[in-house]
């Protein structure tokens, strides 16, 4: 007998220590809870900056080239075959000789347009991205919240029963030790106790992993425990049954984001395809220049350009790379939709599986489920049942609880499935 309290009374003072540590409990309602994330979400938050960096790279793109500007030819000394020139100021500069020249790099055949037009595009698919990773993190993140609302009403069950059979033990121990029931029955009690204990335990287990994640997705104090709230346990459904899925796959393209990323790496693809065209025609440097003393006039002035000759080099591979990249980013686009088209009737499938069971379980069975089991408490108290028909209804009570339990988070799962694959929000 003390070797099955002492685990008890070891396992309720774990529980005990580990609520003294946490310094403050938030609840949460599913709303509240997306608010912060979307909020507080550092992952998000950085995805968000690339939007940032994907505009700069377009102002980038608009600017000119820096035009160059040099001194050469200048003189530190004279030498026996100097000439004699005008003073610069005062008598300084009368054997020096400098040149000086500008020059400005000049864009041909639109490449400047044509990287702005590359860059913008850039933009859009940062959008997307970051749209996309919010789609993926927003289901991550419901589940998670869907999880810990399963997991605090497991808990609550286990509770309730843990209750209900610690109170049959203690008046088992004073029948046992005045000889009116036999010592089996109260081992046969004092084990479901334990196995109570011990899923307690599991449950706990969980709900330390669920907080750990939350308490990241959120980015909150380490040292708090969050709290769900379970009044929106069941899902709102009113929008997905009105739904018509032919319409939903039809119009994929305009929800979703990985969609969209698709086809705009096609766009992405066919303005860089043009560019590298581009980059075939040379480039025109423009100089203008002065030189003093360096020639038959004193003081020379003189324009020029240069430009590549394309005798060799016309760029004729990275076209060549463009045009394949084109050919490919298409077929790419084809099997990402054609991809999303099939996972949004499997999903749609899924979730009005699962909703049939939920609804052929009905609203009123829970009710009716632990009204039978206080019933059977009741006619065991008055010993019209046995304990072993007791237990058994409770193990039948408890398997029934975790399928409604199971349902109720598959059905959030399912919706959410459905919710990313569609790229709608539905509630």
């Known amino acids: 007998m003390k070797q099955l309290i002492l685990p008890t009374i070891f396992l309720f003072s774990v529980l005990a220590s580990a ?37 700069a790279q377009i ?3 608009k600017v000119w080239p820096n035009p160059t500007f040099s001194v050469n030819e200048f003189n530190l000394w004279r030498n026996t075959g100097s000439e004699e020139l005008p003073a610069i100021w005062g008598d300084y500069g009368r054997y020096q000789e400098f040149g000086a020249s500008l020059e400005q790099l000049v864009y041909t055949a639109g490449k400047r347009k044509k990287m702005i037009a590359i ?33 605090q009403a497991k808990k609550i069950v286990y509770l309730k029963q843990l209750q209900s059979v610690q109170n049959l033990t203690k008046s088992y121990a004073i029948q046992m030790e005045l000889g009116n029931i036999s010592p089996g029955d109260y081992i046969r009690l004092k084990a479901s106790e334990v196995e109570f204990l011990n899923e307690l335990n599991t449950i706990e287990i969980e709900n330390n992993a669920l907080q750990s994640e939350m308490k990241k997705l959120l980015h909150l104090n380490p040292m708090s425990y969050v709290k769900i709230s379970e009044d929106d346990a069941i899902p709102d459904m009113d929008n997905i049954n009105n739904l018509n899925i032919e319409n939903s796959i039809a119009q994929i393209e305009n929800y979703r984001p990985d969609v969209k990323l698709a086809k705009l790496n096609e766009k992405y693809s066919q303005n860089k395809y043009v560019y590298e065209k581009a980059l075939k025609t040379p480039d025109i440097t423009l100089e203008a220049s002065y030189d003093r003393g360096g020639n038959i006039m004193q003081n020379f002035f003189g324009l020029g350009f240069s430009i590549d000759l394309p005798v060799f080099d016309r760029n004729q591979g ?13 077929l790419n686009k084809e099997e990402v939709l054609n991809n999303a088209q099939t996972e949004i009737m499997e999903a749609y499938n899924n979730f009005k599986a699962v909703q049939s069971l939920y609804e052929n379980i009905g609203d009123d069975y829970q009710t009716k489920l632990d009204k039978m089991l206080d019933n059977y408490l009741m006619s065991f108290k008055n010993r019209n049942i046995s304990l072993l028909v007791y237990l058994d209804y409770v193990e039948a009570y408890l398997n029934n609880k975790m399928i409604l339990l199971d349902t109720q988070k598959e059905l959030n799962n399912r919706l959410e499935e459905f919710k990313n694959a569609s790229g709608q929000e539905l509630n």
């Not at 927003?138 to 810990?148: D, G, I, P, S, V």
């Not at 990275?318 to 298409?330: R, Y």
């Open 318 to 330: 990275n076209i060549k790379a463009a045009q394949f990249s084109v050919e490919q980013s298409k």
């Open 19 to 55: 609520q003294n540590i946490v310094n403050d409990t938030i609840f949460l309602s599913r709303k509240n809870a997306e608010t912060i994330f979307l909020q507080n979400n550092l992952s998000l938050i950085s995805e968000r900056l690339n939007i940032d960096i994907a505009q």
């Open 119 to 151: 860059e913008k595009v850039g933009a859009e698919m940062a959008v997307e991205y970051y749209k996309n990773f919010l789609r993926n993190l927003k289901m991550e993140f419901r589940n998670n919240l869907t999880a810990m609302q399963y997991n």
């Open 59 to 61: 102002i980038q793109a």
